[in-house]
T-cell receptor, first 116, second 114 residues
Framework: GAGVSQSPRYKVAKRGQDVALRCDPI?????LFWYQQALGQGPEFLTY????????KSGLPSDRFFAERPEGSVSTLKIQRTQQEDSAVYLC??????????????FGEGSRLTVL | QKEVEQDPGPLSVPEGAIVSLNCTYS??????FMWYRQYSRKGPELLMY????GNKEDGRFTAQVDKSSKYISLFIRDSQPSDSATYLC??????????????FGRGTQLTVWP
């Protein structure tokens, strides 16, 4: 498809397990963002890539969270030793260019993580 | 205090009503203002975008920005049941390569009943 694709759509993990969430952005989009959306809240910024370079990771809540985009297209968000407070929808978004764009992000449908 | 405040509602209106949604913010560096619509279990989709102060109209939707008051609004005319969704305001500052980093309100849940 032409949109941002995320997998898995739903993930249930036991506390302490590691999880990996995948994002396939729109082809040719330079910028890629990860956001975390808790129930009843707006999305909160986690991290930003311009091609393969992670230019901003100030929103990652702890060192258990790690993101990569090694070839400048597909990105993976990894959460180690999951905790219950990590339960949220993880949204990936891409945009054509990070320089001078209008902030128009195209979001995927999200990966809903539930930690038991 | 969050940088962007938005009343979560819920807001319930009859079909054909005019809907007014609002957000306030505290960071005077914000230059770009957006409204996203999010259907249940879907990602947000961009509805309206404005730069700095002023009004912008697109069909039944009008976005207003008042930077002096740090207040933005979205008006929906002739509301339809298909408008039922959560509406998120979002804004960003001109910060170079992270221009696209958005600060979101918590969203207002809107139901338009026939």
């Amino acid at each position: 498809g032409a949109g941002v694709s995320q997998s898995p759509r739903y993930k249930v993990a036991k506390r302490g397990q590691d999880v990996a969430l995948r994002c396939d952005p729109i082809s040719g989009h330079v910028s890629l963002f990860w956001y975390q959306q808790a129930l009843g809240q707006g999305p909160e910024f986690l991290t930003y890539f311009q091609n393969e370079a992670q230019l901003d990771k100030s929103g990652l809540p702890s060192d258990r969270f790690f993101a990569e985009r090694p070839e400048g297209s597909v990105s993976t968000l990894k959460i180690q030793r999951t905790q219950q407070e990590d339960s949220a929808v993880y949204l990936c978004a891409s945009s054509l260019d990070g320089q001078g764009n209008t902030g128009e992000l195209f979001f995927g449908e999200g990966s809903r993580l539930t930690v038991l | 205090q969050k940088e962007v405040e938005q009343d979560p509602g819920p807001l319930s209106v009859p079909e054909g009503a005019i809907v007014s949604l609002n957000c306030t913010y505290s960071n005077s560096a914000f230059q770009y203002f957006m409204w996203y619509r999010q259907y249940s279990r879907k990602g947000p989709e961009l509805l309206m975008y404005t730069y700095s102060s002023g009004n912008k109209e697109d069909g039944r939707f009008t976005a207003q920005v008042d930077k002096s008051s740090k207040y933005i609004s979205l008006f929906i005319r002739d509301s339809q049941p298909s408008d039922s969704a959560t509406y998120l305001c979002a804004m960003s500052a001109n910060r170079g390569s992270t221009l696209g980093r958005l600060y979101f309100g918590r969203g207002t849940q809107l139901t338009v009943w026939p």
